[in-house]
């Protein structure tokens, strides 16, 4: 007799749909949890970046009293004298032109030089591009050396010179644009590159008719996030710039703070909403290019 006997209740058909439709119900209930939680975090998140610059916007439209004794709330009576006075009084207009041409040279710098470096890093394989690389990387950990900096810049007689001030932040943006810019090249397929080299390109001309078409990405996520760092610079702009004229953003919203603790505060959000206009813009132009260079691996080493 064999050992092993037959089910005493086999399952049927209705059974068997039963338990279908059982496992389908647990499989949406689960995917409905999974999608709330998801936008809760995403709502959440949204919210706390969101806000800020909301209150910000809101408190533009209030007198400075208004600021301090009505903190959260909505402006009583929208004062739109606020950005006209804040235009007028901190010369935003002048402010504005600067810290464009500063943060624009910057980039077009930082792109030709970190683009081209990355490229040999990413390209070549040696001892000594080994080195330098790992100087890069350490570049990016160390603090600023103020006071040699500002010697060195003196020296050259670039202090109180908008031309100084973008070579010192051209310099100052080069490790991580390298970085990002090397990582990206090393995901480009080497035989790419090598039938350019076969069509008879060198490695200059293949990287400026292969490389650099397929790079928007990395050129984009690097664009960011060198703009945005170098038009919210102020310590270095402080340090290099004396002359009223030259001005960038940063230095002009500092007229609002006077002697004695006074400020104007409603002058202070109506320039700083003012000047974060051109970054939403920067921002809503490059942000697909950007999303595709983060999760191309841009940012991966």
């Given at each position: 007799?064999?050992?092993?006997?037959?089910?005493?209740?086999?399952?049927?058909?209705?059974?068997?749909?039963?338990?279908?439709?059982?496992?389908?119900?647990?499989?949406?209930?689960?995917?409905?949890?999974?999608?709330?939680?998801?936008?809760?975090?995403?709502?959440?998140?949204t919210v706390i970046i969101v806000y800020p610059v909301l209150w910000m916007v809101l408190t533009s439209f209030k007198t400075n009293d208004e600021v301090v004794t009505n903190i959260w709330g909505f402006p009583r009576i929208l004062q739109w004298t606020n950005y006209t006075n804040a235009w007028?009084?901190?010369?935003?207009?002048?402010?504005?032109?600067?810290?464009?041409?500063?943060?624009?040279?910057?980039l077009f710098l930082v792109i030709c030089?970190?683009?081209?470096?990355?490229?040999?890093?990413?390209?070549?394989?040696?001892?000594?591009?080994?080195?330098?690389?790992?100087?890069?990387?350490?570049?990016m950990q160390t603090p600023t050396p103020i006071i040699p900096l500002y010697v060195?810049?003196?020296?050259?007689?670039?202090?109180?010179?908008?031309?100084?001030?973008?070579?010192?932040?051209?310099?100052?943006?080069?490790?991580?644009?390298?970085?990002?810019?090397r990582a990206f090249f090393q995901g480009i397929p080497r035989e790419l590159m090598d039938a350019a080299n076969v069509d008879g390109c060198s490695d200059l001309r293949a990287f400026l008719s292969v490389?650099?078409?397929?790079?928007?990405?990395?050129?984009?996520?690097?664009?960011?996030?060198?703009?945005?760092?170098?038009?919210?610079e102020y310590f270095l702009p402080l340090l290099l710039i004396r002359n009223?004229?030259?001005?960038t953003i940063p230095l002009a919203i500092q007229v609002?703070?006077?002697?004695?603790?006074?400020?104007?505060?409603?002058?202070?959000?109506a320039s700083l909403s003012i000047a974060t206009v051109p970054i939403i813009i920067i921002?809503?132009?490059?942000?697909?290019?950007?999303?595709?260079g983060l999760t191309a691996g841009a940012l991966k080493g």
């Open positions: 007799m064999s050992n092993f006997s037959r089910p005493s209740n086999p399952p049927t058909d209705e059974t068997f749909k039963t338990d279908v439709k059982r496992l389908s119900s647990s499989m949406r209930f689960n995917k409905v949890l999974t999608a709330i939680g998801s936008h809760a975090i995403l709502i959440f998140f007028v009084e901190a010369e935003l207009g002048s402010a504005l032109f600067n810290s464009a041409i500063i943060s624009l040279l910057t030089f970190a683009s081209v470096a990355a490229y040999a890093l990413a390209r070549f394989s040696s001892r000594w591009l080994t080195v330098i690389l790992l100087i890069f990387v350490f570049t060195e810049v003196a020296k050259l007689h670039l202090t109180n010179n908008l031309a100084g001030l973008i070579l010192v932040e051209a310099a100052g943006g080069l490790p991580l644009a390298i970085f990002i810019f490389v650099i078409p397929i790079s928007g990405p990395a050129i984009a996520t690097v664009g960011i996030l060198q703009f945005v760092g170098t038009w919210n009223p004229v030259m001005r609002f703070f006077y002697n004695w603790g006074r400020t104007e505060w409603a002058y202070v959000f921002y809503v132009i490059l942000a697909r290019q950007f999303i595709q």
